[in-house]
């Protein structure tokens, strides 16, 4: 059964800089597309960036340029590397394949102040 555990949200001001942890437990790791969501209060869930298996990577617009996912096959984890943030990152951010395909952790709250 897989898990996904995130961490490392916070409560940043805008420009600041936080960066998200995503911990996998089960099998299956290495050979998926893996990506970060969010969802901010009163809004769909929304896919914010992906890496494949051999790392080639996608982002939504808002955050090009900004946002860096990457992952380390070896730990398990997906990271989000989050800078210039701005208020409208605000939302619970949850990590999983992409597209989807296991239950949702828990998420971890990133909270941009203006």
């Known amino acids: 059964q897989v898990q996904l555990v995130e961490s490392g949200g916070g409560l940043v001001q805008a420009g600041g800089s936080l960066r998200l942890s995503c911990v996998f437990s089960g099998s299956g790791f290495s050979s998926r597309t893996m990506g970060w969501y969010r969802q901010a209060p009163g809004k769909q869930r929304e896919f914010v960036a992906g890496v494949t298996a051999s790392g080639i990577r996608n982002y939504l617009d808002s955050v090009r340029g900004r946002f860096t996912i990457s992952r380390d096959n070896a730990k398990n984890t997906v990271n989000l590397q989050m800078n210039s943030l701005k208020p409208e990152d605000t939302a619970v951010y949850y990590c999983?394949?992409?597209?989807?395909?296991?239950?949702w952790g828990q998420g971890t709250q990133v909270t941009v102040s203006s």
């Open positions: 999983n394949a992409a597209p989807m395909m296991w239950a």
